[in-house]
């Protein structure tokens, strides 16, 4: 499935259906993706992005979130073509930047893992 979504996601490339304001919405498009493969869908999407594509992805990989982490520190004028949403939505928050917000969201999708880390040590 993974290797199928970057084909379809280079079909729709090539056929010109992805254009500036169209929107591209991918559920986990990590899945069955190697984590070398998972940062070439994250750069592949992220480029869509800075041609003006509205790309909303739900995610649980580390790998893509950390490539954006990475990108953003590197390019800080980067941070305006990402959102970051984590849900639930807890109400009453106030607005954090991107760097909380990703700290917030790398410690729960990690956090199950630490766990068993140190738990086997």
Same mark, same amino acid.
């Given at each position: 499935m993974g290797i199928a979504n970057l084909g379809i996601l280079a079909l729709l490339i #090539?056929? @010109?259906v992805l254009d500036k304001g169209t929107f591209l919405f991918i559920d986990e498009p990590e899945a069955h993706l190697h984590p070398a493969w998972q940062v070439v869908m994250a750069e592949s999407l992220f480029e869509l992005s800075r041609q003006g594509v509205n790309v909303v992805i739900a995610t649980h990989s580390v790998d893509i979130l950390k490539w954006l982490e990475v990108?953003? @520190?590197k390019n800080p004028d980067d941070e305006q073509l990402i959102a970051l949403?984590? +849900?639930p939505v807890k109400s009453g928050k106030t607005e #954090?930047? +991107?760097e909380t917000k990703m700290g917030k969201i790398?410690? #729960?999708l990690t956090k199950p893992f630490s766990d068993?880390?140190?738990e086997g040590i």
């Amino acid at each position: 499935m993974g290797i199928a979504n970057l084909g379809i996601l280079a079909l729709l490339i #090539e056929r @010109k259906v992805l254009d500036k304001g169209t929107f591209l919405f991918i559920d986990e498009p990590e899945a069955h993706l190697h984590p070398a493969w998972q940062v070439v869908m994250a750069e592949s999407l992220f480029e869509l992005s800075r041609q003006g594509v509205n790309v909303v992805i739900a995610t649980h990989s580390v790998d893509i979130l950390k490539w954006l982490e990475v990108r953003v @520190k590197k390019n800080p004028d980067d941070e305006q073509l990402i959102a970051l949403n984590q +849900f639930p939505v807890k109400s009453g928050k106030t607005e #954090e930047d +991107f760097e909380t917000k990703m700290g917030k969201i790398m410690h #729960e999708l990690t956090k199950p893992f630490s766990d068993l880390y140190i738990e086997g040590i």
